[in-house]
């Protein structure tokens, strides 16, 4: 049986060796340059490693990409560390990575940060109720069980900076998972997360999967036996069944005859894209920071991430790389602003970061955008996700705003594409011999 995806990123790498595991001839349409998805990366002439367009980590909980780490044999390539995580507090930067650094937070009376650690400590080690959680908005949960000054110097800031305006409609649920599925300890691969796909592509690659890069699908149509996929210059091609990896609106997109139910769930799911720039500095800029939370009041982007404070910098060249990265609606003017005007408006931000700052230390920089990056979650969300299987026969979507409550990234993607093969295989038939182990 045939078999396409759309995307070749994590989800749909995960999907395809698993389906091409069992028998299926999968090809994947990619229409970007490599494969990787928004794990991918970039390479500067001077570097050895490639880096990843936007800053990625694994945590020791990630069981699923863990796991087909260690399926495709490249577990030897993955480590674990642990980097400085902090907030900006008037003026400069303090851990809260810990159980110590949060006492000693100025930022607080002791009773608040006594507060702040209970409520943390039960929110990761004692409930698993998330359903309960998403009957109500993080902020006022959290006003209500860490205290009105946890919740202004600490919680709600984490909020406002992922979520921007629409902090205060974010469930419960949702920082429930992100602080269950946090590690102190943060997990990279050798050569980045691009030779983490580079390797699946290349066991996918041997399991006799298509890969199809440069190639976006321009349409898509329902035969009698399945669908029709007409991508790039390449003639149509007919398989059996499609796997849509993109956007809830690449999906309504390409599909617009989907039942009205189905597709007034995907254009009622709403989402933040993602601005990052990244910079090569000649001089460190932290003092040993890696990730920076940052109150969106105060500077022009949310996060600032000291990825050489990870990783050395002898795999760049030497060069000290940061990232300033936001999530933003997508018709905000960071979207429209040219590499060289966002710079300038980041570069007085690093000043205030690290005085000493020079315009000089920059080498270079890249930026790098994309409007589908952070799916929002009101309260009582689940409600509002549509099933892997849509309506049609043979067509499936798969995407990051069908992981919840778990926040988007490279381990939810690696699940949520084996999840999605494990339901196409239930629904296909007949069912292909499966591929021996070892290809």
């Known amino acids: 049986m045939k078999v396409a995806i759309i995307g070749a990123g994590f989800a749909g790498l995960s999907a395809a060796y698993d389906l091409a595991g069992h028998g299926y001839a999968v090809t994947i ?21 490639p880096l990843e367009r936007f800053y990625h980590h694994i945590f020791t909980t990630d069981h699923a990409i863990i796991a087909l780490t260690n399926e495709i044999g490249l577990r030897d390539r993955l480590f674990f560390r642990s980097p400085v995580t902090a907030q900006w507090w008037r003026g400069r930067g303090y851990a809260l990575d810990g159980v110590l650094p949060v006492l000693r937070f100025p930022g607080l009376p002791f009773i608040d940060r006594l507060r702040f650690g209970l409520t943390a400590f039960y929110l990761k080690y004692l409930t698993n109720n998330w359903q309960k959680l998403e009957q109500t908005t993080a ?3 959290i006003e209500r069980f860490s205290g009105k000054n946890a919740a202004q110097v600490i919680w709600h800031p984490l909020l406002e900076g992922k979520f921007g305006p629409h902090a205060d409609e974010v469930n419960m649920a949702w920082l429930w998972a992100r602080l269950r599925a946090r590690s102190f300890q943060l997990g990279y691969f050798v050569g980045g997360f691009q030779a983490f796909a580079d390797a699946l592509c290349a066991v996918c690659l041997r399991r006799g999967v298509q890969v199809v890069l440069r190639t976006p699908v321009k349409a898509v149509h329902q035969t009698a036996g399945g669908w029709q996929v007409l991508a790039g210059d390449h003639p149509p091609t007919d398989y059996d069944a499609l796997l849509v990896t993109g ?3 690449l999906l309504a997109r390409l599909v617009p005859h989907l039942p009205s139910g189905y597709l007034g769930q995907l254009r009622r799911l709403r989402s933040m894209g993602a601005v990052v720039m990244t910079i090569a500095l000649r001089q460190p800029l932290t003092n040993g920071i890696y990730w920076l939370n940052l109150p969106k009041d105060e500077f022009p982007f949310l996060a600032l991430v000291e990825h050489t404070n990870f990783i050395e910098p002898s795999h760049y060249g030497g060069d000290n790389l940061i990232y300033c990265g936001d999530y933003l609606d997508p018709d905000h003017e960071y979207f429209r602003l040219t590499p060289e005007a966002l710079l ?8 205030q970061i690290n005085p000493a700052f020079q315009r000089e230390w920059v080498r270079a920089y890249w930026l790098h955008r994309e409007p589908y990056a952070q799916p929002i979650v009101p309260v009582n969300h689940s409600r ?13 979507w798969a995407s990051m705003s069908q992981v919840y409550p778990w926040d988007r990234g490279t381990n939810y993607a690696v699940e949520l594409g084996r999840r999605a093969a494990r339901i196409m295989r239930e629904h296909l038939y007949p069912k292909p011999q499966a591929v021996p182990s070892g290809y």
């Open 29 to 49: 349409y990619e229409a970007g340059e490599q494969v990787g998805g928004l794990a991918s990366g970039f390479r500067d002439p001077m570097w050895e490693w």
């Open 247 to 249: 956007s809830p609106g």
């Open 384 to 396: 509002n996700i549509p099933p892997i299987p849509t309506p049609l026969p043979g067509l499936y």
């Open 344 to 351: 300038e408006r980041f570069v007085p931000a690093l000043r």
């Open 139 to 141: 902020t006022v949960w």
